[in-house]
């Protein structure tokens, strides 16, 4: 199968397997877990950070950060396609108490005048605005990047109200890697970050959250008033550690990948959100013209063709490249396509 639902369905690599199943453990509890501290410590030094926290997805890490940062009551400035928004199953006002504030970004970008006008006035009638959410790379908005000055702008307003800075860096190896700036400076400007070790990068599970030595020991607390604190957990730690040794520099193979599936999309009559040559890292959208074929039916043929995405909405799909996906598979993929649908 080739499979395009998501960089969430990589696999993990020998290597990782390999370290997992030799990985030296103890009881993270009592912080006595020489593997998950390593991959922390090493997560922190690369990013530039005082301090991080293994934790067992992004989602967790994006609840813990946002809950560190927060009190009931206050509310959170979000882009409107944002991930932690619509996809974290309302854990702001579920567990947060908050009111988020949404703003329409341009590809996922929104901008300083945009977050100025949403920061609520500071009289008492008002929920008091604490933080905003960033999302680098955008994942609605089709794999996205915030550029180091958007990013500084962006928090420079959020600083003049007093906000904390929050961002969700799911995917910030993918944007590191297309702008050619360093993570560390990409997610200098932000309080705390969220990094995803599951998409990209391969692993079966697990998300790094950083930021400075006092909101770790913060998101530590939350982390285990959501169930997430963990045991022996250097045996999923270690494949972590392989990941950001082994798994970062290739990415540039996945957006290469991810250009060429919307070239053959496109020339098989797919309507692309943007242009091939502007597909930004590993995420692309098409939609299927009603003139062509029916959407459904088109996932259906294309599945049946051994090629798999996820039912499409609005006539459009997401496709994800991922290290599980060769060129070879993109041709394969493409000449498929073109099969389902008759040209
Ligand atoms: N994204 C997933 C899910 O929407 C299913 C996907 O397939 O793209 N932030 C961003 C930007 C994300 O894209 C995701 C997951 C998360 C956070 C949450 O990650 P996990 O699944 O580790 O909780």
Request: proline letters at 3%.
């Amino acid at each position: 199968m080739i499979n395009l639902r998501s960089d969430t369905v990589s696999k993990p690599t020998d290597i990782m397997r390999r370290a997992m199943a030799h990985a030296e453990v103890g009881d993270d509890y009592y912080r006595e877990d020489p593997t998950v501290i390593a991959l922390e410590e090493k997560a922190a030094e690369l990013f530039g950070k005082e301090a991080a926290i293994f934790v067992f997805s992004a989602t967790m890490s994006n609840v813990v950060s946002v809950l560190s940062h927060t009190r009931r009551g206050q509310s959170v400035i979000l882009e409107e396609l944002s991930h932690i928004y619509n996809n974290e199953a309302g854990f702001l006002s579920a567990f947060g108490g908050l009111t988020p504030r949404t703003v329409k970004g341009e590809k996922g970008r929104i901008t300083p005048d945009q977050v100025e006008a949403a920061v609520f006035p500071t009289a008492v009638l008002h929920p008091q605005t604490s933080l905003l959410c960033l999302e680098n790379t955008h994942n609605h908005a089709g794999g996205t990047c915030l550029s180091l000055d958007q990013t500084r702008a962006l928090s420079d307003t959020a600083r003049s109200h007093g906000m904390k800075v929050h961002l969700d860096g799911a995917r910030i190896f993918n944007s590191s890697m297309a702008q050619g700036v360093s993570v560390r400076e990409l997610t200098a400007d932000a309080d705390s970050v969220t990094v995803c070790l599951t998409k990209g990068l391969g692993c079966p599970v697990g998300a790094i959250c950083l930021g400075s030595g006092d909101f770790v020991e913060e998101a530590r607390r939350w982390r285990q008033a959501v169930g997430g604190g963990m045991r022996q957990a250097g045996v999923i730690a270690a494949a972590g550690i392989v990941a950001l040794d082994t798994m970062v520099d290739r990415l540039a193979e996945d957006h290469a990948n991810a250009r060429l599936l919307a070239a053959r999309l496109a020339e098989a009559g797919l309507e692309l959100d943007c242009p091939p040559e502007e597909v930004e890292t590993n995420i692309i959208f098409a939609t299927i013209p009603s003139g062509l074929m029916d959407a459904e039916a088109f996932v259906e043929g294309w599945a049946r063709e051994g090629v798999s995405v996820n039912p499409p909405k609005d006539r459009r799909i997401r496709l994800i490249t991922h290290h599980n996906i060769s060129a070879d598979d993109i041709e394969a993929a493409g000449a498929a396509a073109r099969r389902v649908l008759g040209r």
